[in-house]
């Protein structure tokens, strides 16, 4: 019992910094695809969605296998015992798995209409709709001190990307009040789609004592579907003409990859810790991609505004993980 427990603490750090480091590598990798300059047709972004999925099944399959100690007859007959016999329990992962591509393309919509900066100022919202998701589905109770580390959170990271003049000007002036809010909508309403998503999932995955993995294969091969559906009607033309892997290279295999592991380390540190400290985890990936991008790629310059709010993540972390460990008397049920 105590190993056990030991076993999942461990899991739960470990997880999370795992998060930290594919978070911040998959911000800087898609930086680079993008500014690559490569001949020939450029990929299609519907067909990576599917890349991933695929991928991401691959790899869940893979991971239960091993949890059966490599007999594949073992891995068949708990695949078809858990998702093809259990056909209410696997319709329950089509919500979330419909609810997550809704996001993705919302995202895109509301990409399309901001400016990066006011974007991933306003999707930090998701950490808020997040704790009231986590507080009402799933009554959890959260401490005075971690309601406060969250307003600091959002605090912190809203002045870590506070848009510097230069940029936020030239682009502000391009787009459109009406496009504005448009964009504003679409970022808006994937905050609560993943704040409700992601706590739909916790609330599945911590309600019963099914594989992590299998419950990852059963909302990928929804994911699978409804982005195969995407694909098809956003760029089935393309694909007919060019194939689906028009455009690929090595950075893209990269982005696929990066993405399908973001899914595995997200199912995990979702199961061991929660969406809450999931938040955490990319506000802290925000600030090393930073350091990183002033360190190595030298493209980026911190101002004062920036180190105030990279000191209130890394605060307001530690705020939050202090109440975290004993449940005590300022604890109060929202
Ligand atoms: O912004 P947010 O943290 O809600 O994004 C979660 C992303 O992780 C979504 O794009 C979703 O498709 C993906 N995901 C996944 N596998 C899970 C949970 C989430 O691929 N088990």
Redesign the pocket.
């Known amino acids: 019992m105590v190993l056990s427990s030991l076993h999942s603490s461990r899991l739960k750090y470990v997880s999370l910094g795992v998060l930290v480091l594919q978070t911040t590598s998959l911000v800087l990798t898609m930086r680079y695809s993008r500014t690559l300059k490569d001949d020939g047709p450029r990929y299609l972004a519907s067909t990576a969605v599917v890349s991933a999925e695929v991928l ?1 099944i691959f790899a869940c399959s893979l991971l239960v296998l091993m949890e059966n100690n490599f007999s594949v007859r073992a891995m068949n007959q708990l695949l078809k015992e858990e998702i093809v016999k259990r056909p209410a329990e696997t319709m329950k992962l089509a919500i ?1 798995a419909g609810i ?2 809704l ?2 393309n919302l995202l895109y919509v509301a990409l399309s209409n901001l400016d990066a900066a006011t974007y991933q100022v306003t ?1 930090q919202l ?1 950490i808020l709709t997040t704790a009231l998701f986590s507080v009402s589905m799933l009554g959890r109770r959260l401490g005075l001190y971690q309601w406060l580390s969250l307003l600091i959170l959002m605090a912190g990271v809203t002045l870590v990307q506070w848009p510097t003049e230069s940029e936020g000007d030239s682009e502000q002036k391009i787009l459109s009040a009406g496009s504005q809010f448009v964009g504003l909508m679409a970022v808006l309403m ?1 905050c609560v ?2 704040g409700f ?2 706590v739909y ?1 916790e609330k599945i995955l911590k309600g019963t004592k099914q594989s992590v993995w299998v ?2 294969i059963q ?2 091969l929804f ?1 699978f579907v409804f982005g195969l559906v995407g694909m098809l009607v956003y760029d089935g033309q393309r694909v007919k003409q060019s194939g689906i892997f028009q455009g690929y290279n090595t950075i893209t295999c990269t982005v696929v990859v990066l993405q399908a592991l ?3 380390v ?2 995990v540190v ?1 199961k061991y810790a929660d969406n809450i400290l ?1 938040g955490f985890a ?1 506000s802290l990936s925000i600030i090393t991609s930073a350091l990183i991008s002033y360190f190595l790629l030298e493209d980026f310059n911190p101002t004062s505004i920036f180190f105030l709010g990279s000191m209130l993540v890394i605060a307001a972390t530690f705020l939050y993980g202090y109440e975290c460990k004993p449940p005590s008397s300022s604890t109060i049920k929202v």
């Open positions: 991401k979330p997550y591509t996001q993705n999707y998701k994937a789609s993943s998503a992601g999932f419950r990852n909302l990928g994911g973001g899914g595995l997200i199912a979702i999931k990319t």
